[in-house]
Structure formats: structure tokens, C-alpha cells
């Protein structure tokens, strides 16, 4: 061992090594993809927000015509479906007429669905398409019986028309 003349120390510390994560070249990289993954998270919530804007602005029945559409696509308009088919029909139909009408039914059972729309006079023709379909979907939510496949096209197109029915003439 040496001795340095200008510290007065010994010199056996000439090999070192600097870790990898500490090198200016990890630093640099790091920072890079630090700031593109900020990046794609920046993008992908303007993109979500930009297709919320653009649902919000469709008019509520056009909202519910593309819902029940997407049942449609989804396949869910079998028998082997024929319980959540029911529960997701009911429940767009209860949230269709709270917003259209500002009727208090989200959360309702279908009896006091129909008996409060029953109570507000709304149009007889349309509570009974909405009674039907409500009591027909009771017994395959509840009872879980095996629905006939024409009942629940049936029903689609129920929903269909109640909604097409109720959209404001121009």
C-alpha cells in the first residue's frame, strides 16, 4: 500500500464501483418513463372523459334505445339469460321513467313501480305494456322458471315501443 502524499491516506481504494441506479443514464431513464406512463394515464382519462361527455349529450330515450340495443348484441335476449335479462330491462326501464318524468322509482319494488305510476295518472296504456312486463319478468327474477324464448322477445319489444312511445313529438 501507497501512501498519498496529498491526503495521507492509504491508497487502496483505486477500484470502486457505482451501482447501476445511480448512474446518470438510469436517472435520465427513469425520468422518461416516468413521464410517458403520466402521460398515457393523462390520454386515457381524456378519453373517458370525452365519451361521457358525448353520452351525456344524447337525449335520456336514445340513451335507453342504445342500452337495450347492447342487450341485444350481448346475446342476453336467450332463455339461458332470461333472469338478468329481466333485472337489467326493469331497472333501465326504472331509470328511463325517474329521468323523463322525475318520478321517484329508482330503488322500487315493480309493485310499487306500478302502483305509484298509477297514482301520478300516467297514460293507462303504457302502465299496463310496463304491469306486463314487470309481473312477466317476477316470475323468472324470483321464482327463476325457465321463461319461453317469444316471451322475452316479446318483452324486448315491449320495452322497445314503451320508450319509443314516450319520446317527446318535435
Not at 491526503?7 to 447501476?20: D, K, Q, R, V
Request: glycine letters at 4%; proline letters at 2%; aromatic letters at 12%.
Amino acid at each position: 500500500m501507497k501512501l498519498n502524499e496529498k491526503t495521507g491516506l492509504y491508497t487502496n481504494y483505486e477500484a470502486w464501483h457505482i451501482p447501476f441506479w445511480q448512474t446518470p443514464k438510469f436517472k435520465m431513464t427513469a425520468q422518461i418513463c416516468l413521464f410517458l406512463l403520466i402521460i398515457c394515464i393523462m390520454a386515457l382519462l381524456l378519453k373517458k372523459y370525452r365519451a361521457y361527455r358525448a353520452q351525456k349529450k344524447l337525449p335520456i330515450w336514445d340513451q335507453v334505445l342504445a342500452e337495450l340495443a347492447a342487450l341485444k348484441k350481448q346475446n342476453k335476449l336467450t332463455v339461458h339469460y332470461g333472469k338478468e335479462f329481466y333485472v337489467v330491462i326493469s331497472a333501465i326501464l326504472k331509470k328511463y321513467l325517474s329521468e323523463r318524468f322525475h318520478y321517484k322509482l329508482i330503488g322500487t319494488t315493480d309493485n310499487e313501480t306500478i302502483e305509484y305510476l298509477k297514482k301520478e295518472n300516467f297514460n293507462s296504456g303504457l302502465i299496463h305494456d310496463i304491469e306486463t312486463l314487470l309481473q312477466g319478468g317476477e316470475i323468472i327474477k324470483f321464482a327463476n322458471a325457465q321463461a319461453a324464448q317469444e316471451q322475452i322477445e316479446r318483452d324486448y319489444a315491449r320495452a322497445i315501443a314503451i320508450v319509443e312511445r314516450t319520446i317527446p313529438k318535435k
